[in-house]
């Protein structure tokens, strides 16, 4: 089956005032909908799943692996994102995530601080990252792009959008800003789903 664009899990102003309506609708739409697109350029890949593909990236045929890289990472990354905000959510983290910052980064304030730095300094398109490890460690990571951790067996469980895109028309070029008010939309409970199927998984 072709792959598909799935809807947004909430109308495109419920993330407002910290993400604006025309944003969420030109990024899932548009940007989102182009790496979907191309993606589907490929049906010999199509019995595949997209998690196979981006854990599997070195199996494919070299000639179009940077294609899936920044299709198939698009589509990968972008499918996490929408997921892990939530329209009057933010605040306090809850569930077993809590542990992890508290053991890992000292408490959640340090935890912010060292997730937004990464974003913040990170040069040019990609996302900020939480992951664990292949070796069972936390780690805040940034990558370019559309690269994914999980291509490196690491796997994500927290992330943010820093493409221009993803925040320009309310913040323009003030990054900080747009990293700092988009903790009041993030979805504790989803990402205590990733944390979850980490643990499985190790």
Partial sequence: MPFKLQSLPYPTDALEPYIDSQTMQIHHDFHHGSYVNNLNKYPE???????????????LPGEIRTA???????????????????????GEPT???????????????NFKTQFNDTGAKHFGSGFVWLVRTADGKFEIVSLPNQDCPWSDGHYPILCNDVWEHAYYLTYQNRRPEYLKQWWNTVNWDAVNERYAISQRLS
Avoid: C, K
């Fill in 45 to 59: 890949l199509q019995n595949r799943s997209l998690d196979d593909l981006i854990r599997n990236l070195n199996s």
């Fill in 68 to 90: 899936i890289r920044n299709h198939g990472g698009g589509h990968f990354n972008h499918s996490i994102f929408w997921t892990i905000m939530y329209p009057n959510a933010g």
């Fill in 95 to 109: 569930g077993e995530i809590v542990t992890v910052i508290d053991e890992v980064f000292g408490n959640f304030e």
